[in-house]
Structure formats: structure tokens, C-alpha cells
């Protein structure tokens, strides 16, 4: 059973353009809500989480919406750059376990 | 500059043989998670320690795979005997108790033919 659904699968956007990447969650469980990064040959990195007590948090061109209601959360990636071309994973995590549930994972281009 | 360190980055090896990974999870992280990465199954969770200790290796096939943490500073995921179904990048992950950032290491890419 798939707890985590992303998509779309793969996203092309022009250098400047929005990138936007959803996820929904099943499990009402789930009180910690990250997005991971991950470049070819590495692996995947913390690139900001949120909490559900809050709607939204921006990190600089990176921001989560959350919206509890729905079960559902997305990254907006603004400016978009060559340089965020990478694989994006969505994940969530219980508060009484510590392991992370991801989602299927979205590849990201921005072309120059 | 504290890491995850994973050896061997890259395996390859026939079908039927026992194949170890290591992980040096960073000093001081608790909890120590391996997952294994395919095109088809994205990120799956193997295995989780909490000080040491197991918690859920539920995601694992338990006939040929075994995760072990022998001290604080290895973790070790071994496949016996290896099938080229196990063909995959593996990861280890360390982190503190309750929430917050894993780190990942880079991976062992695993081969199996």
C-alpha cells in the first residue's frame, strides 16, 4: 500500500519558470512532512520540511504548501535553475516512529 | 564536515554469492536506517535501529537478507546468496531520536548477475 503518492513523475521547466511538485498522504498519523533532494550518484539530502501546524514554509526560492484538510502538500521551487535539476521525494514520518514513508519521486529539468 | 560513509560504492558479483555492506552511521545519531532504491520500487525502508537495537526490518526478505549494528559506529546489511533481483543502490541513514534531517550516505550500487 503506497502511503505516499507524488507527482507528476518527471517536470521540464524553462530557467525562471515555477516548479510545482504534489503529494498526498493516507495516513492521518503522519505529523512530520519533508522534501529530499537527490542528485545522480548521491544520496538524497534534507531540502526543507514542514510540520502540520502551519500551512506553509518558505526557505528562500524553496516553499511547502500544507493542507491538512485534504492530506495534501506541495514544493514550489521558484526562479527555478539549472542547478535544482534533480530528483525531488516527498516523504512523511509519525511521530512514534522514526523511519520516513517516500513518495515515488519526481525528476526535475530546468532547461537554460 | 560529518557524514554517512558507505562501503563498497559499487559491487558487482554473480548470482549466489554473500555480498556485506557497511555503513558508518555519523557519531552521535541513534537511530540508523537502511533503504534500498530501484527505478520500479523507489526508496523502500529495509531496516531501522534505534540505539543499536532493531525496531523493523519488516520491509526485508528475511530468508536471504540480515542487518546487524555490531557497535555504535557500523551497521552492516548482508544478502546470502545474492540474486540479481537484489540489483539496486542501497543506502544507509542516520539521524537523532524524534524529528528531523536523515543523511543519507551516497549509496553502494549493488549488481548482481
Known amino acids: 500500500q503506497q502511503q505516499v503518492k507524488q507527482s507528476p513523475q518527471s517536470l521540464i521547466v524553462q530557467k525562471g519558470g515555477i516548479s510545482i511538485i504534489n503529494c498526498a498522504y493516507e495516513n492521518t498519523a503522519f505529523d512530520y512532512f519533508p522534501w529530499y533532494q537527490q542528485f545522480p550518484g548521491k544520496g538524497p539530502a534534507l531540502l526543507i520540511a514542514?510540520?502540520?501546524?502551519?500551512s506553509e514554509k518558505k526557505e528562500g526560492r524553496f516553499t511547502i504548501s500544507f493542507n491538512k484538510s485534504a492530506k495534501q502538500f506541495s514544493l514550489h521551487i521558484m526562479d527555478s535553475q539549472p542547478g535544482d535539476s534533480a530528483t525531488y521525494f516527498c516523504?512523511?514520518?509519525?511521530?512514534?516512529?522514526?523511519?520516513?514513508?517516500f513518495g515515488s519521486g519526481t525528476q526535475l529539468t530546468v532547461l537554460p | 564536515d560529518a557524514r554517512v560513509t558507505q562501503t563498497p560504492r559499487d559491487k558487482v558479483t554473480e548470482m549466489g554469492q554473500e555480498v556485506t555492506m557497511r555503513c558508518q552511521p555519523i557519531l552521535g545519531h541513534n537511530t540508523v536506517f537502511w533503504y534500498r532504491q530501484t527505478m520500479m520500487q523507489g526508496l523502500e525502508l529495509l531496516a531501522y535501529f534505534r540505539n543499536r537495537a532493531p525496531l523493523d526490518d519488516s520491509g526485508m526478505p528475511k530468508d536471504r537478507f540480515s542487518a546487524e549494528m555490531p557497535d555504535a559506529t557500523l551497521a552492516t546489511l548482508k544478502i546470502q546468496p545474492s540474486e540479481p533481483r537484489d540489483s539496486a543502490v542501497y543506502f544507509c541513514?542516520?539521524?537523532?531520536?524524534?524529528?528531523?534531517?536523515?543523511?543519507f550516505g551516497e549509496g553502494s550500487r549493488l549488481t548482481v548477475l
Open positions: 541513514a542516520s539521524g537523532s531520536q524524534g524529528f528531523g534531517e536523515l543523511f
Open positions: 514542514i510540520r502540520p501546524d502551519v
Open positions: 516523504a512523511a514520518q509519525t511521530g512514534s516512529a522514526r523511519q520516513l514513508t
